[in-house]
T-cell receptor
Framework: DTAVSQTPKYLVTQMGNDKSIKCEQN?????MYWYKQDSKKFLKIMFS???????INETVPNRFSPKSPDKAHLNLHINSLELGDSAVYFC?????????????FGPGTRLTVL | SQQGEEDPQALSIQEGENATMNCSYK?????LQWYRQNSGRGLVHLIL?????REKHSGRLRVTLDTSKKSSSLLITASRAADTASYFC??????????FGAGTTVTVRA
């Protein structure tokens, strides 16, 4: 059984398009995250939701909008895609908020903007 | 902002040898975690060490933490081909975030 799943796994699109990435966790966790991993493997937090409430909102362009319909889902919508948005996006979940909790990561969505 | 920095960036060893990688960070932390990422996969949690702990073991993994030097090390003993992966340290302070470094890429040669 997949603990944290993301769809799609690969996403290739043109500049200017709008796209969404979906994330679901079946671990019963109350906190979910979106991370961006660049080509140098540097992993950076973008957003975090705890019990559907936004608790972390890093300095990302407002073209990125997370939505958490319930505790098990955290989707990421990206408007007006740019070349620099190309990266691997990871969803993760944990029980409770940092500090001191283990995070479970999804397999990632590789986004390529042409 | 990036908190942890791993060293070296890349490491190549023979199967059966030990692999050691280090992590340095800048500000006070509550805990430090190590994660593994196999190529094309998500991160997998390996071990968490609290700021009041100095050493922790899990199977073939040994983690040390020196808060006075703001550094941690991860030792993998008797490495196997399956240990080939990138290893990341992640620190958490009081801002609800885990801050990751750019990782150490470990290649274990058969």
């Amino acid at each position: 059984d997949t603990a944290v799943s993301q769809t799609p796994k690969y996403l290739v699109t043109q500049m200017g398009n709008d796209k969404s990435i979906k994330c679901e966790q079946n671990l019963g966790h109350d906190t979910m995250y979106w991370y961006k991993q660049d080509s140098k493997k540097f992993l950076k937090i973008m957003f975090s939701y705890n019990n559907k409430e936004l608790i972390i909102n890093e300095t990302v362009p407002n073209r990125f909008s997370p939505k958490s319909p319930d505790k098990a889902h955290l989707n990421l919508h990206i408007n007006s895609l740019e070349l620099g948005d190309s990266a691997v996006y990871f969803c993760a979940s944990s029980q409770g908020i940092p500090p001191g909790n283990e995070q479970f990561f999804g397999p990632g969505t590789r986004l390529t903007v042409l | 902002s990036q908190q942890g920095e791993e060293d070296p960036q890349a490491l190549s060893i023979q199967e059966g040898e030990n692999a050691t990688m280090n992590c340095s960070y800048k500000t006070s932390i509550n805990n430090l975690q190590w994660y593994r990422q196999n190529s094309g996969r998500g991160l997998v949690h390996l071990i968490l060490i609290r700021s009041n702990e100095r050493e922790k073991h899990s199977g073939r993994l040994r983690v040390t933490l020196d808060t006075s030097k703001k550094s941690s090390s991860l030792l993998i003993t008797a490495s196997r081909a399956a240990d080939t992966a990138s290893y990341f340290c992640a620190t958490d302070a009081d801002d609800y975030k885990l801050s990751f470094g750019a990782g150490t890429t470990v290649t274990v040669r058969a």
